[in-house]
């Protein structure tokens, strides 16, 4: 070893410990925000359970095929109804997703332009001021291939990275 390598050694070898300790650091940090702020840990509900999540019991989920007036001849409407029992403070939710468990994985948005009449005791959504039991009821149009089994996912930014996927199996 020179003269400038042993003099610098301590200095050096310093540099080869904190350089990858602060990129692992600032990595964990940006991955641990990422992870805080988006639905990454699914609590699964089998057909027929509850289970509690954001202070609220949500469950049993059920479905069905179903037919409504304005759906196109090639694909069909499953009619999903997620049970709320709210807690305190009630639940707000993000919005329902329903996802294929099997086969190309796909997913759909619910749908409210299928013909169903209108009825104002229908929820559709996570009522965050309900203090009462009630029942989300969604329409999904899925193509005549999609049998199931689906999942109906959704989360609450409280209870995040966790998330609600209840199976369903029409």
Do not use: K
């Not at 805080?36 to 359970?49: D, K, L």
């Not at 749908?111 to 001021?129: N, Y």
């Not at 009462?132 to 995040?160: K, R």
Request: aromatic content about 10%; proline content about 9%.
């Amino acid at each position: 070893m020179t003269g400038w390598w042993r003099s610098n050694a301590i200095a050096l070898g310093a540099l080869a410990v904190l350089i990858p300790a602060a990129a692992l650091t600032m990595s964990w940090n940006e991955w641990a925000g990422i992870r805080q702020g988006s639905a990454t840990e699914p609590i699964s509900v089998a057909p027929g359970e509850s289970v509690r999540y954001a202070d609220a019991h949500v469950g049993p989920v059920s479905a069905e095929f179903t037919e409504l007036p304005l759906a196109p001849q090639d694909a069909r409407v499953l009619a999903v109804t997620v049970q709320i029992d709210p807690g305190d403070p009630p639940i707000a939710c993000s919005a329902f997703v329903l996802r294929e468990v099997d086969g190309a994985m796909r997913e759909w948005t619910p749908r409210d332009d299928l013909g169903r009449e209108w009825d104002s005791d229908r929820w559709t959504f996570c009522d965050d001021e309900a203090t009462a039991p009630y029942e989300v009821e969604l329409d999904y149009l899925v193509p005549e291939d999609a049998s199931g089994p689906f999942t109906v996912e959704f989360g609450s930014a409280g209870s995040y990275p966790e998330f609600v996927s209840a199976v369903v199996a029409p």
